[in-house]
């Protein structure tokens, strides 16, 4: 398959909504991850810890993962096909390297928004917790069992100040995180289990899920109990506009108007926020964002037979948009690009 020249998009970000761009084709300001990663040490960067994330990611092996089926890497081929543009799921974002890298991304200075919303839900923790649950306990109606399902925890740790809060208003709490990443969810249950072993108080159990949202959503609301459903993180901005609405629609068949949803997401750019300050929140200086998209573009390879050259052959954009309000992610191919693709009806398409 040829790959003209192009942009693929990531039907993906972990803040606000992602947009459709124009394509176009030619130079683009180039952000490939080795060359940001060489000027952090030309410009005498001390070889911290977030460099040393994205060297390990550069060296480290492939995950083993099991290929798509045949279907799915046909749809994958079909797709970069598209010309000028291709979208890919942004669910190749989080394999195990693309969930570490994310981790990372938290720890930059210029990702502003993980702070903010931890520091928000710190904060506003007894506010929700009275609102999701507190109100049935003060009404004589105490649950037995409330239950917590979160989307997309990740790691978790914006949530134990939440738990912390929830915990004494139900004799017993049911937190169940749900993530395509069983790296993150591991670490996020470790964490829960921490806190309870450290902070005596009624019961907490996990109960960790892992596998997309379509596949996990009906495993968590069938739970007993009442229940606060938690999507933080911007992690709405993963979806189209299309899709976020089918996905909200879909959470809001399973919901009784005794549960509660927290949506977190990041606001557009304001009169204390410039579009550069949210622009560089995508382009930190140490290129871990730019190794954690170009990171999906590695395992779409690995995953639907591909041999794109991901260390060179493509950069990495971020932008904000006026139109659109938000930030607008691409991976940009900074050449021609032919891949030999394990399709078997696969063919060499030619650019446009
Ligand atoms: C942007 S991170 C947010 C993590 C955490 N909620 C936070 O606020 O820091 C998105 C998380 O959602 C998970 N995720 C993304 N799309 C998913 C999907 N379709 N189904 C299940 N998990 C998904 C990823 O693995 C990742 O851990």
Known sequence: MQYGGGKLEDESWPTQREASNEVSYGNFPAFPVYSTFMRSIWKGLPHNEADAAVAAWLSAPDGAERPLPADARAAVVEELRHRPKARLSHTFLYDELGSTLYEEICKTPEYF????????????AADIAF?????????????????????????GHKTLALLRALRPLAQHTIYAPLDLSAEALQTCVSAVSAMVSSEPGRPLSTMPLQGNYDETLFEAAALPGRKLYLFMGSNLGNF???????????????????????????????STKSPSMIEAAYNDARGVTAAF???????????????????????????YSHDERAIVTHLVSRREQVTASSVPHDCIVTAS
């Open 131 to 155: 609102d999701a649950f507190h109100s049935a306990a003060a009404n004589g109606d105490e649950q037995d069992v409330q239950v917590v399902v979160e989307f997309g925890s990740g790691d």
């Open 240 to 270: 189209t506009d299309a899709q976020a609405i089918a996905f909200l629609r879909g959470v809001a068949r399973h919901m009784t108007h005794r549960d509660r949803l927290l949506l977190g997401v990041d606001t557009p750019h304001s």
């Open 293 to 319: 998209t170009i990171n999906a573009l590695r395992h779409v390879n690995r995953v639907a037979g591909l041999d794109f050259d991901w260390r060179d052959g493509w950069c990495h954009e971020a932008k």
């Open 113 to 124: 928004l993980t702070g903010h919303e931890a520091a928000l839900v710190k904060a506003k």
